[in-house]
């Protein structure tokens, strides 16, 4: 299973729904193995309590497999008219503890505050994206060494 084949249309605009099907992959995924995760739908519910109950952060990165490196996130906006830049991502203040990014083919599940605590010491070059997203780039080799765990569909703990 690939992106072009689940997603043979995809564009911008429905990024929002890419997303969350990937969430529901993960959750399948932790389920198996017994974590199961209570995910808030509303966004007035994300905006008091997090994208679950549990503190789970999951965000789909399709590249990271062809590009080697994770995309991770520490603010964003709206629009590119917006001036003001706000935390997210990694440096989003919420009730997030884990933060899991990765694709259908492997991700990666690291502790929030190992990401912020890289972010902070090593200082990596911070990228502009599409003038709405403010980012850095972990490689797989970082990201292996940071995170707790890793999945991945043909090894034996896969699908």
Sequence with gaps: ?????????????NSLERGLEFQDFVCIVLA???IILQNISSKKYQFES??????????LDKRCTDTQRLSIEVAEKSSR???VWTPSGILRQDNSIVY????YDR???FMKNWLV??????KPPIEEFNGTIKRFFLTEEEANVGAGWKWERDSADGL
């Design 81 to 83: 008219d917006v001036l």
């Design 50 to 59: 997090g994208e679950n109950l549990q503190g789970f952060e999951i965000k």
């Design 107 to 109: 991700f990666w599940v």
């Design 1 to 13: 299973m690939n992106n072009s084949t689940m997603y043979p249309h995809a564009t911008l605009t």
């Design 117 to 122: 605590r890289y972010h902070d010491q090593i």
């Design 32 to 34: 198996q193995r017994n």
């Design 100 to 103: 899991i990014q990765g694709n």
